[in-house]
């Protein structure tokens, strides 16, 4: 049995994770009671999300199937190092109840106040599995409230553990503020009341979220992954000119958010990814950024002075 299991998150494009994979290889080979498992970050974008992997190689520790170390970087020695300390030790440390039922609550603490409406559900909004969640979802989105959820079945430790923190034994539930409002049946009365519209926040209209988020910063980019992992080529290629520019920029994930990934096509005429914005103002994707790079108008531009 093995109990310590080592996970790479790599990326084919990086050449720092192919010497991390040789590294590992012969980690393997001087402790074989140890799994070392190679997964490819963007190609399992919910567990890089899960584990917040933001740059490649990262490298997770877990024992007996709960996470117990991590390592950002190319970093030989001190995974060599982690390794040892972690596969020399012949069990997993014991934790007392107390203080793992701390580490839960603060964990359910963190996901109850994630949003300003969280919706703890059976499912997703988009595929609810049970009928409850259903009508839940319905409700909201018949409301135009703004809310994010949580798919409890996605983490039995929290589904078993929220009904307790809560003192709220079924699902779905819904917090505001980082308040238990109840289930189904508290938010039917609710509505029958007329009280739900002022009980929960409103979703922002679409076009005013996308001004907002296109004025976030003096340059924002759209693409696909973030700075630190880009996850597809053309958006490799636009953040590595504008690194090469020193100008400051922020970005903005589209494939997290499929609102404003194709919201942003129609509010901009502008139908791919990536797209760069300068003060609010669309500049355009990978070829114009290029076209300006090749005529020295790129600077400028970033600069506001064009």
């Known amino acids: 049995d093995r109990s310590l299991v080592v996970v790479h998150f790599w990326a084919s494009w990086a050449p720092q994770c192919a010497q991390m994979n040789e590294v590992m290889a012969a980690l393997a080979k001087e402790h074989m009671q140890v799994a070392f498992v190679k997964l490819e970050a963007e190609a399992v974008p919910e567990v890089s999300e899960k584990y917040g992997i933001s740059s490649v190689p990262t490298f997770l520790f877990f024992k007996n199937s709960q996470k117990v170390d991590r390592l950002d970087g190319a970093h ?53 599995r049970c009928g409850f969640s259903k009508q ?8 135009g409230i703004s ?4 798919d409890i ?57 996308l001004k907002i988020l296109i004025n976030k910063a003096p340059v924002m980019l759209f693409m696909k992954g973030s700075k630190q992992m880009a996850k597809c080529g053309f958006s490799k290629q636009i953040i590595e000119i504008l690194n090469n520019t020193g100008v400051d920029y922020e970005t903005f994930d589209i494939l997290e958010d499929e609102e404003v990934r194709q919201g942003l096509k129609t509010f901009s005429n502008w139908p791919t990814y990536p797209q760069l914005y300068v ?9 114009i950024i290029k076209e300006l790079k090749e005529s020295g108008e790129l600077l400028p531009i970033l600069k506001g002075e064009n």
Not at 147 to 150: A, D, G, P, T, W
Not at 154 to 171: A, C, F, H, I, M
Not at 192 to 197: H, I, N, R
């Open 147 to 150: 809310f994010s959820s949580f």
């Open 136 to 143: 839940m979802v319905e409700i909201l989105n018949n409301h």
């Open 76 to 128: 030989a020695p001190e995974l060599t190092k982690k390794v040892q300390r972690h596969a020399s030790s012949s069990s997993v440390s014991v934790v007392s109840n107390d203080s793992a039922k701390e580490d839960l609550n603060a964990h359910l603490k963190k996901l109850i106040n994630a949003a300003p409406c969280m919706l703890f559900m059976k499912g997703s909004p988009k595929e609810p």
């Open 153 to 209: 079945f996605s983490d039995e430790e929290v589904r078993q553990g929220l009904k307790t923190y809560s003192n709220w034994p079924t699902y779905p539930q819904l917090y505001v503020a980082g308040e238990l409002i109840g289930g189904l049946d508290i938010v039917k009365e609710l509505e029958a009341s007329g009280e739900l519209d002022t009980v929960c926040p409103k979703a922002q209209k679409l076009e005013d979220r």
């Open 279 to 287: 003060k609010g103002e669309l500049v355009g994707g990978l070829d």
